[in-house]
């Protein structure tokens, strides 16, 4: 595994309450607690592999880039990227009360000074990428995965939310629509107001590959742009939450339609981590101990729609 790092990010090449499980302030105890662990992401180059928000790393032509900005906020959000398919996997983050705040606006590029507004990311080569940006002219829009509204809390986060590594093609009725609904709850469950022990541990994508095991999708491309732009054809979300009573999580799934469907109920959306994972071949929440993750992974629908209020 090479590791190169620079300013502001890191990338790495890569060859009813039992649900609510105890759980300790500081998610580095948790992670080197003296439990079983068989499927934890190596950290021995880089140890923000071990943050609860990320999934397993698929490896092979991929690679992991690590976003952070210089300020007590520390890592922004990270996205595994996919060199041959020239597509994101995934991107994962944190939220909770005190990044919640906003001390900015919304990222508009000055055009005029050359700025672009959805930049190429900084720490990925030209050869694993388009020659342009493939979003313009498509009719997808630029579907953040990270979302802008997150990141408030510095320019310089709000900035790396554009980065079209960050970004999958989505219909305006989906983007504006489902996606943005299933955001704004997000936003809702963590927010400035939230007690300083609650933390949302967040990983949002498309669906770009095909799964072969029972239960995975074998048609996950709603199309493929003849500039080679793979377009997902379900999005997802997969949440872990912890608070003072311990850990839970569940999932969103989402077909990718050009509908407007924001006035859904988003309990119509749920599933559990576990079918997500049979569903996307990705294993989330990897960094857990085993027991702790197979209870919050494999609550029932019903369980989960109460634990979460929807």
């Known amino acids: 595994m090479n590791l190169h790092i620079s300013k502001l990010s890191a990338i790495l090449f890569l060859g009813l309450l039992p649900w609510l499980t105890s759980c300790s302030d500081d998610d580095e105890d948790l992670g080197s ?40 906020y520390g890592i922004n959000y990270s996205v595994e990227w996919d060199c041959d398919k020239k597509s994101q996997r995934w991107s994962c983050y944190q939220m909770y009360a005190t990044n919640r705040v906003q001390n900015t606006k919304r990222y508009y590029a000055n055009t005029s000074k050359g700025e672009q507004q959805y930049p190429y ?44 590594t960050n970004m999958q093609p989505q219909r305006n009725a989906f983007n504006a629509g489902l996606w943005q ?46 500039n080679g732009l793979i377009v997902p054809k379900y999005f ?36 559990n981590i576990r079918e997500l994972e049979r569903r996307t071949g990705i294993d989330f929440f990897c960094n857990l101990p085993d027991a702790v993750e197979n209870e919050v992974e494999t609550m029932s629908i019903e369980n989960i729609k109460w634990l979460w209020n929807l």
């Open 33 to 72: 607690a003296a439990t079983a662990n068989v499927n934890r992401n190596d950290a021995s180059k880089e140890p923000a592999l071990q943050r609860l928000e990320f999934p397993k790393v698929k490896g092979g032509n991929s690679l992991v880039i690590i976003h952070t900005t210089n300020d007590e």
């Open 121 to 164: 990311d900084p720490n990925l080569s030209y050869k694993d990428y388009f020659s342009q940006d493939p979003y313009w002219g498509s009719g997808y829009d630029h579907g953040h995965i990270c979302p802008s509204a997150d990141r408030l809390y510095s320019l310089a986060a709000n900035i790396q939310t554009f980065y079209l």
């Open 181 to 226: 609904s299933m955001e704004n709850k997000l936003r809702a469950w963590i927010s400035t107001g939230s007690k300083k022990e609650d933390t949302l541990y967040v990983c949002k994508g498309g669906t770009i590959d095909v799964v072969e095991s029972e239960g995975g999708i074998k048609d996950p491309i709603l199309t493929t742009l003849t």
């Open 236 to 271: 997802y979300m997969a949440l872990l939450r912890k608070s003072s009573t311990g850990y839970k999580a569940m999932a969103f799934w989402a077909e990718h339609l050009n509908e407007d469907h924001s006035n859904d109920n988003l309990s119509n959306y749920v599933i």
